[in-house]
């Protein structure tokens, strides 16, 4: 197909000299010569030192089933799916309200609004924790007016609710930005010719505005997931008492010393993720633009 499209264009530039399938196809190897170096020397060389490093534990490929038998490695997988699910399904409601809203009304400050929505996106996981604890630590912002008006100060932060904030936080600008862009492509006339034949607004809600957003939430609810799977600033800065599949990650291997453990759990987080958005995939088809 490439050197078809490459032969389609130099057929309408024939003042261009005319190159075979030979040269095309060496130039198009060179040129993926650079991606396929990143990924071997990035990705593959990594995860082989990370499989091999479960082979040498004392227990061996054993090592891989320890997150099913254990019960505080599979608590924090379970607990770290059931956050991530949560904080994925509030950012889609919230964003597709907002981002809607921001799409197809006009008003002062609009602009100051988006950005302000889109300002997490560059703030790192550490900075997003130390706002949570601000907002809702033992001198946060709750803290004090709730001390002011019952006398018993309301913290949260240091907790899987605290956790669920920020990982909220900083997911709702990735999440808006494509329910956005998804929602400038609507076609209005649509809605209303919906709306003259009768259809109420809930109708018109689910049978047209929903499935023209549908591609937008189901990429922007995957990178979701994926993120607050994976994430782990965040969690570090509140981790009191949370014990997500990151933190317990991070414990083993640097408190512990346990690197065929730490090693087992990083591959069974990475191939839970992996698992999860390829299922989104198949669901929602190549519309979704979901890269597994």
Same mark, same amino acid.
């Given at each position: 197909m490439v050197f078809e +499209? %490459? ?6 530039h024939?003042? %261009?000299? +005319?190159i075979?399938a030979g040269p095309?196809?060496l130039?198009l190897t060179?040129? $993926?010569?650079p991606?396929?170096?990143?990924v071997?020397?990035f990705?593959? !060389?990594p %995860?082989?030192r990370v499989a091999?490093?479960? $082979? ?7 090592t891989?089933?320890i997150?099913l038998t254990n @019960?505080?490695?599979?608590?924090s997988?379970i ?7 949560g904080?994925?399904?509030?950012a889609?409601?919230?964003?597709c309200?907002s981002?809607?809203f921001?799409?197809? *009304?006009?008003f002062?400050?609009? #602009?100051?609004? +988006?950005?302000? %929505?889109?300002?997490? &996106? #560059?703030f790192?996981g550490?900075?997003?924790g130390f706002m949570?604890?601000m907002?809702a ?5 709750? $803290?004090?007016i709730?001390n002011a &008006?019952t006398g ?12 669920f904030?920020?990982y909220?936080?900083f997911?709702? @600008?990735?999440?808006? !930005?494509?329910?956005m862009?998804?929602?400038? +492509?609507?076609d209005?006339?649509?809605e209303?010719?919906?709306r ?12 047209v505005?929903l @499935?023209g957003?549908m ?5 922007s609810?995957a ?5 607050a799977?994976?994430?782990f600033?965040?969690a570090?800065?509140?981790a009191?008492?949370? *014990?997500?599949?990151p933190?317990v990650?991070?414990?083993?291997f640097? !408190?512990?010393?346990n690197?065929a453990?730490?090693?087992?759990l990083?591959?069974?987080?990475? &191939?839970?993720t992996w698992?999860?958005?390829a ?5 929602a088809? @190549? ?5 597994t």
């Open positions: +499209k %490459l032969r389609g264009w130099r057929s309408r024939p003042f %261009l000299p +005319k075979t095309d196809r130039i060179m040129l $993926a010569v991606g396929v170096m990143v071997v020397a990705f593959l !060389l %995860l082989a091999l490093a479960v $082979a040498d534990g004392p227990d061996g490929l054993a891989y089933f997150i @019960p505080r490695y599979l608590g997988l607990q770290t799916l059931a956050m991530s699910a904080v994925t399904v509030v889609l409601v919230l964003c309200v981002g809607l921001l799409v197809r *009304n006009r002062a400050g609009r #602009s100051i609004v +988006k950005a302000l %929505l889109t300002l997490p &996106l #560059s790192p550490v900075v997003v949570v604890i907002l630590g033992r001198q946060g912002v709750l $803290a004090e709730s &008006l018993e100060r309301w913290v949260f932060a240091y907790n899987i609710a605290g956790l904030v920020g909220l936080y997911s709702i @600008p990735r999440v808006i !930005l494509a329910v862009a998804s929602a400038e +492509k609507l209005i006339a649509l209303e010719a919906a003259s034949l009768g259809a109420p607004g809930w109708r018109v809600v689910r049978d505005i @499935p957003l591609p937008g939430l189901i990429s609810g990178i979701c997931f994926a993120t799977m994976g994430a600033g965040t570090f800065t509140l009191t008492e949370i *014990n997500v599949l933190m990650i991070y414990t083993e640097t !408190l512990n010393a690197t453990v730490a090693a087992s990083s591959i069974a987080l990475g &191939l839970m698992a999860c958005l299922a989104v995939r198949t669901i088809g @190549p519309s979704a633009g979901i890269s």
